[in-house]
C-alpha cells in the first residue's frame, strides 16, 4: 500500500512539470548526496552554433570544408551535427547540400559518410582529431596545422571538430553553446540541500571547465573527454566510493549511466532530450529547466518527513 502522502508528493511534482515514475521512487532521492550532471543539452542549451570554419594559413578553402562537413553530417541528430549542417545550408544561397550517402555515426567520435563534390565522390570524416588520426587521416596528427588550430580554440573554450575528406585533414569547425540561465542557481539550490555536483561530458577539458566555472562546479569535479560507454563508469565510480547518486542528461550517450543511477540513487532525464534517455529514468524534468532537479529532490524530502 502507498501512502498517500507519496501519491500528493508525486501530484505536486507533476503540478511542476516533474514526472515521476512511481510514487516509491521519491524513497530513493532521500539520501541522495552526489548529483552528476552531463553538460551539453542539460547544463548547456545543447544548441550549438558554428563559430568559425578554420584552415592552414593559405588555404582558402573554408567554404569548401563547410559544404562537404555540412553534408556529411546531415544524418546525425548530434548538436555538433546540426550545427554544421544549418551553418553550412546558410552558406549556400537556397541550393542543396551536395548529396551523401553512406552514412555512419561513431558515438562520442564524430561521423563519417561519402559525399557527392560536384560529380567526385569523396569520403568525409567530421570528427575528434584523434579519431581521424586512428581512421588514418594524414594531417591530424598533435603536430599537425589543423589539429593545432583545432587545439587553440578548445583552449579558447570551444568546441572544435575537424574535417577530413580522402585522407587529409582539411580544417577544423569551431563550436559554442550557451550555459542556461537557470543552470547557475540550480546548482546553488543542489548545494544548499547539500548534494555535491560533477559536470560529465564527451567534449574538451578546457569547454568543460568554462561551463563549470560558469555554474559553479569545482575544475576537479569536471569529468571531461569521457565515451558514451564510460559514462557508465563514472556513476560506477562514485558508488563504489559510498555515494547515492543522482544523474541527469539527455542523450542517447546518458541512457547506460541514468540507469545505473537509478539502481541505487536516482535518474532523472531532461524531457527536451532523447526518448531513450526519459525511458532509462526515474524522473524526468519536462520543461528541460534544470532547477526541476533540486525542485523534485525537495519535495520528495519533504514528503518523507511527513510520513516518517
Ligand atoms: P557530450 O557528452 O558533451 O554530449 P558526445 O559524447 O556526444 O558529447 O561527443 C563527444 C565528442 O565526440 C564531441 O565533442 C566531438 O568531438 C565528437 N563527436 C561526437 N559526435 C560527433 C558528430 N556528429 N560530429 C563531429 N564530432 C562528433
Ligand atoms: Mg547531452
Partial sequence: ATPTALLVGTGRAAQLGILIKGPEILESTRQVDTIVLDKTGTVTEGRMRLAEVLTPAGDDHAAHVLRLAGAAEAGSE?????AVTEAARAAQDGSPLPRSTDFSNHAGQGVSAT???GG????????????????????????DAVTRE???AERDGATA????WDGRARGALT??????????????QLRTLGITPYLLTGDNRAAAERVATR???????????????????????LQAQGKVVAMVGDGVNDAAALAQAGRRGLGLAMGTGTDVAIEASDITLVRGDLRAAPTAIRISRRTLRIIK
Wanted: glycine share 6%.
Fill in 78 to 82: 548530434h548538436p555538433i551535427a546540426r
Fill in 115 to 117: 559525399v557527392d563534390d
Fill in 120 to 143: 567526385t565522390p569523396r569520403l568525409v570524416l567530421v570528427g575528434r582529431p584523434s579519431w581521424l588520426a586512428a581512421q588514418g587521416v594524414v594531417g591530424a596528427a598533435p603536430e
Fill in 150 to 152: 583545432h587545439r587553440a
Fill in 161 to 164: 571538430v575537424v574535417a577530413a
Fill in 175 to 188: 563550436l559554442r553553446d550557451e550555459v542556461k540561465d537557470t543552470s547557475p542557481e540550480a546548482i546553488a
Fill in 215 to 237: 555554474v559553479g562546479i569545482a575544475p576537479d569535479h569536471v569529468v571531461a573527454e569521457v565515451l558514451p560507454e564510460q559514462k557508465l563508469d563514472v556513476v560506477t565510480d
